[in-house]
């Protein structure tokens, strides 16, 4: 790639894990308080049609570090331990560009201390089952790999761990951190960014991830972010009329279900673990905003805050994330200090940050790419999503600014939302006669999107369900063995 020559600010990414994109006061939530974001927001830009490919970890934060759609970089739903081994990433291109690149926090990459192209990481990714399993090799086991977990046991004793709360990684279970919190993993992310403002190379532009954890499970924030909301009257999850109540009745008191609890009021105290992580994060990010203003480097520092997905919270009686509903698929998007001012209409998805990182930096070479700049409406018309799964969770979608149109491939099931009228997808309107010249169209959309893949989703007629799904293309296993 080739660089101009231009000015280069700072470059401060903000990435939290599984946030749903309507919760942050700016976004109208009724219940969430993010001060520290909305002030963001308010003075610079939002992005309310902000989405995520492919809604789960590994996939999405590939988007956002390859700038390549789903199809290219060959994850379309969640594998663990398949090697990162692309040729170019945006901290790599950076770095070439002159930046002194670094992460701290959440990477979800393998193997766990793959740099990708950072010239330093300070790693924490959460709890991450596959690797803690006796049989993962010593320097893999996140006891040894994880930054954060070494340091948790060098300042607390050995047997201090995460689980110390009880509370299962994926579950809906909620209670607060036990410990002082200076030594919960939202402060060590911040710790250690603010540390990077006083020990980093001084003579370069920088790029600093800075990556939490939470509010994906567990719900474990400091008790005083769990007084904002354990009082309140909480807006409970979306009821639409074609949620599948059955299968609530039937999951709904297994701890990590994709249904979320059964029972009322545990629902109620997943909603206010959630929301405490949330504020939690956003009390953290004042603190990193104080220490740029302190270095006096805010002015010359862009700052873009986003989340690899969102969290279906009870909605339509699912949790976690994988499906296509706005809960799960929609992410926050804010960009302070580019230039670009307001609420932003433009249909965005984590690919773009690569592309407006570059510009800002002044290199040149995003036509390879798949993504387009943040700094000018990009005109895209419409997003092909996807996530491999069950016969209830594997899906495609497309999504407009105005609509949905979802596909579920192992079952043919089809649904359609009319996001203007509906931004809450309480009604299905897949049936009904006076859209459905407008769900062919979407149909035939999604149809182009499938025409090459492997798996034979479609014959370029019309969608085949019951074809073999798989999480990682075979290219990219073909690449990386």
């Known amino acids: 790639?080739?660089?101009?020559?231009?000015?280069?600010?700072?470059?401060?990414?903000?990435?939290?894990?599984?946030?749903?994109?309507?919760?942050?006061?700016?976004?109208?939530?009724?219940?969430?308080?993010?001060?520290?974001?909305?002030?963001?927001?308010?003075?610079?830009?939002?992005?309310?049609?902000?989405?995520?490919?492919?809604?789960?970890?590994?996939?999405?934060?590939?988007?956002?570090?390859?700038?390549?759609?789903?199809?290219?970089?060959?994850?379309?739903?969640?594998?663990?331990?398949?090697?990162?081994?692309?040729?170019?990433?945006?901290?790599?291109?950076?770095?070439?560009?002159?930046?002194?690149?670094?992460?701290?926090?959440?990477?979800?990459?393998?193997?766990?201390?793959?740099?990708?192209?950072?010239?330093?990481?300070?790693?924490?990714?959460?709890?991450?089952?596959?690797?803690?399993?006796?049989?993962?090799?010593?320097?893999?086991?996140?006891?040894?790999?994880?930054?954060?977990?070494?340091?948790?046991?060098?300042?607390?004793?050995?047997?201090?761990?995460?689980?110390?709360?009880?509370?299962e990684a994926n579950s809906w279970l909620a209670r607060p951190w036990p410990y002082e919190e200076k030594y919960h993993p939202t402060n060590w992310v911040a710790d250690r960014a603010i540390d990077f403002f006083h020990s980093r190379d001084r003579s370069r532009p920088f790029f600093l991830m800075a990556s939490f954890v939470r509010p994906h499970p567990p719900f474990d924030a400091p008790s005083c972010f769990f007084d904002l909301y354990r009082d309140r009257a909480l807006r409970p999850p979306v009821n639409s009329d074609w949620a599948d109540r059955d299968r609530l009745a039937k999951y709904g008191r297994i701890v990590d279900s994709d249904t979320g609890p059964a029972d009322p009021e545990l629902m109620r105290q997943a909603l206010t673990g959630y929301y405490a992580c949330i504020s939690h994060v956003d009390n953290q990010i004042g603190r990193i905003r104080m220490a740029l203003e302190e270095?006096?480097?805010?002015?010359?520092?862009?700052?873009?805050?986003?989340?690899?997905?969102?969290?279906?919270?009870?909605?339509?009686?699912?949790?976690?994330?994988?499906?296509?509903?706005?809960?799960?698929?929609?992410?926050?998007?804010?960009?302070?200090?580019?230039?670009?001012?307001?609420?932003?209409?433009?249909?965005?998805?984590?690919?773009?940050?690569?592309?407006?990182?570059?510009?800002?930096?002044?290199?040149?070479?995003?036509?390879?790419?798949d993504g387009l700049s943040l700094l000018r409406d990009n005109g895209r018309e419409y997003l092909h999503g996807e996530h491999s799964g069950d016969e209830t969770t594997g899906n495609q979608y497309i999504v407009t600014k105005t609509d949905k149109y979802c596909w579920f491939m192992q079952s043919g099931r089809e649904q359609y939302f009319d996001l203007s009228k509906d931004p809450f997808e309480r009604h299905d309107k897949i049936d009904a006669p006076a859209c459905s010249k407008r769900i062919a169209y979407l149909r035939s959309l999604l149809m182009q999107e499938l025409r090459e893949r492997e798996e034979g989703y479609t014959d370029g007629s019309r969608l085949i369900a019951g074809q073999s799904q798989r999480a990682v293309l075979h290219f990219l296993k073909e690449e990386m063995s």
């Open 1 to 167: 790639m080739k660089m101009q020559k231009k000015k280069q600010p700072n470059i401060l990414l903000i990435m939290t894990d599984q946030m749903r994109g309507d919760c942050l006061g700016i976004a109208g939530h009724p219940d969430v308080k993010t001060p520290y974001l909305d002030d963001l927001a308010s003075k610079g830009a939002w992005f309310p049609n902000a989405y995520t490919a492919v809604p789960s970890c590994i996939a999405a934060r590939c988007g956002l570090l390859t700038g390549l759609s789903q199809e290219h970089h060959g994850r379309v739903g969640y594998q663990d331990r398949v090697p990162w081994n692309y040729p170019v990433t945006l901290p790599g291109e950076l770095a070439k560009a002159g930046y002194y690149t670094k992460c701290v926090g959440k990477m979800h990459v393998h193997p766990l201390r793959n740099l990708l192209g950072f010239h330093h990481i300070e790693l924490h990714d959460g709890y991450l089952g596959s690797y803690r399993k006796a049989n993962v090799p010593f320097y893999e086991h996140q006891s040894v790999a994880d930054d954060y977990f070494r340091w948790l046991k060098g300042e607390m004793g050995t047997c201090r761990d995460l689980t110390d709360t009880g509370v």
């Open 295 to 369: 270095e006096g480097i805010l002015e010359n520092t862009v700052i873009l805050f986003c989340s690899d997905h969102g969290e279906l919270l009870g909605d339509h009686c699912t949790y976690r994330k994988v499906r296509p509903y706005q809960g799960s698929i929609r992410i926050p998007m804010i960009l302070y200090n580019a230039g670009v001012r307001g609420e932003q209409s433009s249909l965005i998805e984590l690919r773009d940050v690569f592309p407006t990182f570059l510009e800002l930096a002044g290199v040149c070479g995003s036509e390879n790419l």
